[in-house]
């Protein structure tokens, strides 16, 4: 693929990321998801398309790509959530192990720190090509509303983490994750969008949105289970 951008196993043999990672537009929905054998996964590696670190591999075998039936493009994307089913399970270790799913009340982890992963680009606009991870205080809604007035409706807003903290220096791409540790477990709670990646990387005082995984959860279950 031409674009280089991060999932999150969540089993043995599933992937969740981004639709826009994996499938074109047309008139502002994602309506053709791209075919298996054009993706490439890595995994257990703290940097971009290798596998020399112990226990990392690549995963070439990628049988199905769903999106999300009410996934549009356009700014800032909706819905924007796929997953992609590998062939065959991946071998887990301690290194290479899937993050968990739960319905969350956004509301309830105000205050709370969650942590971006993922590549994306730095102040120089050059993609890096090691994996970051970087602290994100979760915000009140209010603080992202000030900046994307004009962009998020009110229909829409529930639908995201509003998060800060980054140090300015540290950009993000548009598919990258978001976790939060509860209880002890690690949770994959959020997805940047296409349009705070894009426009506010370099703004170290903006927020960054990320599409609320609870939205999306009885979705993955039932595609999983198939």
Not at 10 to 31: D, L, P, R
Not at 78 to 86: G, K, M, N, S, W
């Amino acid at each position: 693929l031409e674009h280089k951008g991060s999932g999150s196993l969540i089993t043995n043999h599933h992937v969740v990321s981004s639709a826009t990672s994996v499938s074109t537009s047309e008139f502002g929905k994602f309506v053709y998801p791209i075919a298996g054998h054009q993706i490439q996964l890595y995994m257990g590696t703290s940097r971009y398309d290798s596998t020399k670190e112990p226990g990392s591999l690549a995963v070439k075998g990628v049988s199905r790509v769903l999106t999300f039936p009410q996934s549009q493009s356009g700014i800032p994307r909706i819905f924007d959530i796929a997953l992609i089913v590998l062939k065959q399970k991946v071998p887990l270790s301690s290194v290479i192990t899937p993050v968990c799913l739960k319905f969350l009340n956004i509301h309830d982890h105000i205050g709370k720190t969650a942590y971006a992963a993922g590549f994306g680009y730095d102040q120089t606009a050059k993609f890096t090509e090691y994996r970051k991870h970087v602290p994100m205080a979760i915000e009140k809604f209010d603080l992202c509303r000030w900046y994307y007035t004009k962009e998020i409706s009110d229909g829409r807003a529930s639908k995201y983490y509003c998060a800060g903290g980054s140090n300015g220096e540290t950009a993000f791409d548009f598919d990258d994750p978001l976790y939060m540790k509860i209880d002890g477990k690690w949770y994959l709670i959020g997805i940047m969008s296409w349009l705070e990646s894009y426009y506010s990387s370099y703004n170290k005082d903006k927020p960054f949105l990320y599409e609320d995984i609870s939205s999306f959860v009885n979705w993955i279950v039932n595609q999983v289970k198939r």
